[in-house]
């Protein structure tokens, strides 16, 4: 189902206005099959021309990028846990893996959006997110404001890139190219309310399997950030995945502060204007003394 082929359901605040009935697109990422293979990590490099990464392990695991960065866009975490004691002759050797591609979140209340002075950052038709690189200028607001840690900079030019979600693949009618080259469909694209009910049923399904540690994260719209675009099945909690418990938009505070910035200058202005007020009576009365 190509889309649009689906019927518009809501809108994240802030998606640029569009004529057509285009739903909101995003990601849903299942990590319990996930294989950790990486064709997520090469199909985006490839489609996007990302630069190499330095291709350094990191000596604590398989992981050869360990996070998210200018020159990373998708990241497979190799996170190895211990399920039992080494000599019990539980399967694996008491070992398990969780792997998980990560991705930027394509936050429904975008703190990059709010920061951006340029308007390098846009909410596209498809409720995603994306930096325009041509209009950029590398002030660096918007890394400190992302709550994910997702954004960051090129040493070599300063300017900021993420995942774009393959914007000019969803234009031509495209599915990301991560989520093409993902083998065991761990990666899901397409309408972002239809897979939060596929997610959900995936959950139950774990669950009556016997997997209770199985959990959503980033898909509800109530949370810090009203949702993630890119939200995650997670087997164990968020921080084991290096993922924020509760993610809030770090812009949230900005009205507030806005008005209380504005109160506070009226109220000084005020008082500047009664000073001088005090000074200019003080003069003339003192002036006519003298007379």
């Not at 080494?86 to 429904?108: N, Q």
């Not at 009203?226 to 084991?240: I, K, R, S």
């Not at 938009?249 to 502060?257: A, G, I, K, Q, W």
């Amino acid at each position: 189902m190509t889309a649009i082929d689906v019927p518009l359901t809501t809108r994240p605040d802030g998606m640029d206005s569009y004529p057509g009935t285009q739903p909101r697109m995003g990601f849903f990422t299942d990590t319990s099959v996930c294989i950790g293979c990486k064709a997520c990590e090469v199909a985006c490099k490839e489609w996007n021309h990302v630069p190499e990464d330095g291709l350094v392990l990191t000596g604590m695991s398989y992981d050869n990028t360990a996070g998210l960065s200018a020159d990373t866009w998708r990241h497979v975490a190799f996170i190895e846990q211990r399920t039992a004691a080494p000599d019990d002759g539980a399967p694996g050797g008491g070992l398990r893996w969780l792997m998980s591609s990560d991705v930027c979140k394509h936050c429904t209340h975008a703190a990059c959006l709010d920061v951006c002075p340029t308007g390098a950052l846009m909410r596209t038709e498809f409720g995603t997110v994306v930096v325009q690189s041509d209009i950029c200028n590398g002030c660096g607001y918007c890394i400190p404001a992302c709550p994910y840690g997702v954004i960051d900079q090129r040493k070599e030019d300063g300017r900021a890139w993420k995942c774009t979600l393959c914007y000019d693949r969803l234009g031509a009618g495209m599915e990301p190219a991560c989520a093409k080259a993902c083998p065991t469909e761990s990666i899901q694209f397409g309408p972002l309310d239809e897979l939060r009910e596929r997610a959900q049923a995936r959950v139950s399904e774990l669950h009556a399997a016997g997997e209770d540690s199985a959990r959503l994260y980033g898909n509800d719209p109530a949370d810090g950030v009203g949702g993630d675009g890119a939200f995650f099945l997670l087997l164990d909690e968020p921080e084991v995945y290096g993922l924020p418990p509760d993610p809030v938009v770090t812009t949230r505070d900005l009205p507030s502060m806005w008005r209380h910035a504005g109160a506070a200058a009226v109220t000084l202005a005020a008082a500047a204007a009664a000073s001088f007020a005090v000074e200019a009576l003080a003069g003339r009365l003192g002036g006519g003394g003298r007379r």
